[in-house]
């Protein structure tokens, strides 16, 4: 299956693109797409972006999957044509 | 030590008076000072627009210095909009100016018989007259005082049409469109019948320690130009945070009854338009971040140059109306602005209106246009109505809580203030400590007086204490965030300086730069509690003013689930969130400082006033 990982804001500038399309196997978890994307990530985006550590977006980053709350739980299941939302949220104005 | 300038419009008489020195020491300078004479001069019942109400210009201590981002004053008066405590911020060059003529202040009092305006030059000061200035908008008023006196460096803070008319919503503007903005200054301004103020000034402000201040400096620019957030104003301006602040629901549209409208926020946001309308051009004095925009739009009914729209008057006139057209929305940023009124709470009230015409309260002969969702005719009709205080317009201008006091029919479920004053951009489903700061905020809902969201999106705060990761939902815990995002806030008026700044400041860095510049000792500790003893000092007078805990509350509609968005079914708790915030205040269960709380900051004076 496909999923989008949209990037916005500052990610989108650290990252280089808006989006990326993700091939995942089905019934595959949000940590299968995190390993998916890891190298990427890891090469792309600074400390305060991607942990290392724990192979996955820094604490300080927001991620939704289809606009739902906060997404958290490493093994939610995934589905075809899912866009997964990642921003650091910002303040101002 | 520094001066004041007092100006007697009643009696036509100007006087020098020298700065109190422990006023200064307590209370710093700008916000903080001018809450001292406004809680000693301004009588708790008196009519904002009237005779005994006093209207201060005020700057800071790092005003005219080496300091970057401290090109701001504050404009500090009891507000006709909300009726009680009010400070307006504005950026720019006046501030700079102002200074350099010899003064850290003005105090405006009395009545002139006829418009007038202050002229001042290098310590000199005189009333002159504006009666051929009246009727004119803010840039042309500029305009016609720098041909009048000849001098093209001259810097005007002035009103437009809407503070002479004493529409509520009336600020006060200077420079390339700069506004002390909310709660109606200009309105207080225009009841002065004081027209403008223009200053020239070429004195040196002086400084206790500049080499040390300098170092300060270049602390604050190294950690901004690093700070992922805070860098993102230079590309984009503030209204960068439209491109993902949908995603955490902070952006309200449609009168705040429509969680996300990702359309719309990826047509209007500081992306976009960098890409296709801003042209490089001046930043504010000594500001090397360079948030505001200037924008050219070559063609179409909306062609325009001049300065352009921040985050939330796109919010205002762009997301709250469901307009998603940039050119439209600069067009009516331009026309607010020329008139003098308040962009976020002209937004706010159009909004209003074109729910009250959905829902058939409101009819088109009333209206004079056809008042539905994102019609940009209809926007900038409602501007122009405002603004001249004409036909429905006269009415929104008075702010949502008059109009839907006087509308009736239900409207007060969708008019949406704290005590009021229009609420800003930032939605409190989104993140529970805002509704404690809107619902408590000095001049009512205010993110410029606390934004305490900010301390919910998880960045490290290492002056602060807090944790970086908050639950954005949760009602525990979040009395604390508002306070210090409120005392953080007060100490930055006070300092007068840019509030964005100071978001890539911590405390130590604020005491380093006010010991450089005022040979003092300042500690972090010492910061803090100057913030905090100016929101109680600003709370106070409100209490005066008649405010009660029972203000202390959100607007219904703010009370309900947004129906979509990471956000949705969200409703902070003001039950739990706002004994919480007294609790961390060292307030009574009233919202009143007790006795102990005043007696530990200093204001032991003022404990029997209210």
């Not at chain 2, 004493?166 to 600020?171: F, I, K, N, Q, R």
């Not at chain 2, 001049?306 to 331009?334: I, K, R, S």
């Not at chain 2, 951009?425 to 700061?437: I, K, M, V």
């Not at chain 2, 002056?463 to 007060?490: H, M, Y």
């Given at each position: 299956m496909q999923v989008t990982v949209s990037f916005l804001g500052p990610l989108r500038d650290r990252v280089g693109e808006k989006s990326l399309l993700v091939e995942l196997p089905a019934a595959a978890t949000y940590r299968d797409l995190l390993d998916s994307i890891g190298p990427t990530m890891q090469a792309r985006l600074p400390d305060w972006a991607w942990d290392s550590g724990r192979r996955s977006f820094s604490a300080r980053m927001m991620v939704s999957r289809n606009l739902a709350a906060d997404l958290r739980d490493e093994t939610t299941c995934l589905a075809e044509g899912d866009e997964i939302l990642v921003v650091l949220p910002l303040a101002g104005g | 030590m520094g001066k004041l300038l007092r100006v007697d419009l009643t009696s036509r008489t100007l006087r020098d008076e020298p700065l109190d020195p422990e006023t200064a020491r307590a209370l710093v300078g700008g916000a903080g000072y001018a809450a001292r004479i406004i809680n000693d001069e301004v009588p708790g019942d008196a009519d904002p627009l009237g005779p005994k109400n006093k209207l201060l210009f005020m700057t800071g201590p790092l005003t005219a210095t080496s300091f970057p981002t401290t090109a701001r004053y504050e404009v500090c008066t009891k507000s006709p909009l909300t009726n009680m405590w009010l400070d307006a911020s504005s950026s720019g060059w006046w501030a700079r100016d102002f200074k350099m003529a010899g003064y850290d202040g003005l105090i405006v009092e009395g009545v002139a018989d006829a418009p007038v305006y202050?002229?001042?030059?290098?310590?000199?000061?005189?009333?002159?007259?504006?009666?051929?200035?009246?009727?004119?908008?803010?840039?042309?008023?500029?305009?016609?005082?720098?041909?009048?006196?000849?001098?093209?460096?001259?810097?005007?803070?002035?009103?437009?049409?809407?503070?002479?008319?004493?529409?509520?919503?009336?600020?006060?503007?200077?420079?390339?469109?700069?506004?002390?903005?909310?709660?109606?200054?200009?309105?207080?301004?225009?009841?002065?019948?004081?027209?403008?103020?223009?200053?020239?000034?070429?004195?040196?402000?002086?400084?206790?320690?500049?080499?040390?201040?300098?170092?300060?400096?270049?602390?604050?620019?190294?950690?901004?130009?690093?700070?992922?957030?805070?860098?993102?104003?230079?590309?984009?301006?503030?209204?960068?945070?439209?491109?993902?602040?949908?995603?955490?629901?902070?952006?309200?549209?449609?009168?705040?009854?429509?969680?996300?409208?990702?359309?719309?926020?990826?047509?209007?946001?500081?992306?976009?338009?960098?890409?296709?309308?801003?042209?490089?051009?001046?930043?504010?004095?000594?500001?090397?971040?360079?948030?505001?925009?200037?924008?050219?739009?070559?063609?179409?009914?909306?062609?325009?140059?001049?300065?352009?729209?921040?985050?939330?008057?796109?919010?205002?006139?762009?997301?709250?109306?469901?307009?998603?057209?940039?050119?439209?929305?600069?067009?009516?940023?331009?026309?607010?602005?020329?008139?003098?009124?308040?962009?976020?709470?002209?937004?706010?009230?159009?909004?209003?209106?074109?729910?009250?015409?959905?829902?058939?309260?409101?009819?088109?002969?009333?209206?004079?246009?056809?008042?539905?969702?994102?019609?940009?005719?209809?926007?900038?009709?409602?501007?122009?109505?405002?603004?001249?205080?004409?036909?429905?317009?006269?009415?929104?201008?008075?702010?949502?809580?008059?109009?839907?006091?006087?509308?009736?029919?239900?409207?007060?479920?969708?008019?949406?203030?704290?005590?009021?004053?229009?609420?800003?951009?930032?939605?409190?489903?989104?993140?529970?400590?805002?509704?404690?700061?809107?619902?408590?905020?000095?001049?009512?809902?205010?993110?410029?007086?606390?934004?305490?969201?900010?301390?919910?999106?998880?960045?490290?705060?290492?002056?602060?204490?807090?944790?970086?990761?908050?639950?954005?939902?949760?009602?525990?815990?979040?009395?604390?965030?508002?306070?210090?995002?409120?005392?953080?806030?007060?100490?930055?008026?006070?300092m007068v300086m840019c509030m964005i700044a100071s978001d890539g400041m911590i405390y130590a860095g604020m005491a380093d730069a006010l010991e450089a510049v005022t040979g003092e000792p300042w500690t972090s500790e010492r910061v803090a509690q100057t913030g905090e003893r100016i929101t109680n000092l600003q709370r106070v007078f409100s209490l005066k003013c008649g405010i009660t805990g029972a203000d202390d509350t959100l607007p219904k509609r703010l009370l309900e689930g947004p129906d979509e968005g990471t956000h949705a079914g969200k409703i902070p708790d003001l039950s739990v969130l706002l004994p919480d915030y007294y609790r961390e205040r060292g307030w009574d269960e009233n919202g009143r400082p007790t006795p102990k709380k005043l007696e530990e900051l200093g204001l032991t004076d003022i404990a029997g006033e209210f």
């Open positions: - | 202050l002229w001042i030059k290098d310590g000199k000061a005189e009333i002159r007259d504006a009666s051929r200035l009246w009727g004119m908008d803010s840039d042309e008023t500029q305009a016609a005082i720098r041909a009048e006196l000849g001098d093209e460096k001259i810097k005007v803070s002035c009103i437009g049409p809407a503070g002479e008319k004493l529409v509520p919503l009336g600020c006060v503007m200077n420079d390339e469109q700069r506004a002390a903005g909310r709660g109606g200054a200009g309105a207080v301004m225009g009841s002065k019948k004081l027209k403008a103020v223009a200053v020239r000034g070429t004195m040196k402000v002086p400084v206790a320690d500049e080499t040390k201040l300098r170092e300060v400096a270049k602390g604050l620019r190294e950690g901004i130009t690093h700070h992922p957030v805070v860098s993102q104003f230079t590309p984009y301006g503030t209204a960068f945070l439209l491109e993902d602040g949908w995603v955490s629901g902070d952006i309200p549209n449609k009168n705040w009854g429509k969680g996300v409208w990702r359309k719309g926020c990826e047509l209007l946001n500081g992306r976009v338009m960098a890409e296709t309308i801003l042209v490089p051009h001046a930043a504010c004095q000594g500001c090397f971040i360079r948030c505001a925009r200037w924008i050219k739009i070559n063609e179409g009914r909306f062609a325009m140059e001049g300065p352009g729209p921040e985050y939330e008057t796109l919010a205002a006139f762009g997301t709250m109306l469901m307009n998603d057209d940039l050119a439209a929305v600069c067009w009516a940023n331009d026309l607010a602005n020329r008139y003098g009124i308040d962009t976020i709470s002209t937004g706010s009230v159009i909004a209003f209106a074109m729910e009250a015409y959905e829902k058939g309260v409101i009819g088109r002969e009333e209206a004079g246009c056809d008042l539905t969702w994102g019609n940009v005719d209809a926007i900038i009709e409602m501007i122009d109505q405002i603004g001249n205080a004409r036909g429905l317009g006269a009415l929104l201008g008075k702010g949502v809580k008059r109009a839907a006091a006087e509308l009736g029919r239900g409207t007060e479920a969708y008019a949406v203030h704290v005590k009021g004053m229009e609420v800003p951009y930032h939605d409190p489903r989104a993140y529970f400590s805002q509704a404690t700061s809107y619902a408590t905020g000095p001049r009512g809902a205010c993110h410029m007086h606390g934004a305490s969201f900010v301390l919910e999106q998880g960045a490290p705060r290492p002056d602060t204490g807090i944790p970086s990761e908050v639950d954005r939902f949760s009602n525990e815990g979040k009395g604390i965030l508002a306070k210090l995002a409120q005392d953080k806030a007060s100490v930055v008026g006070s």
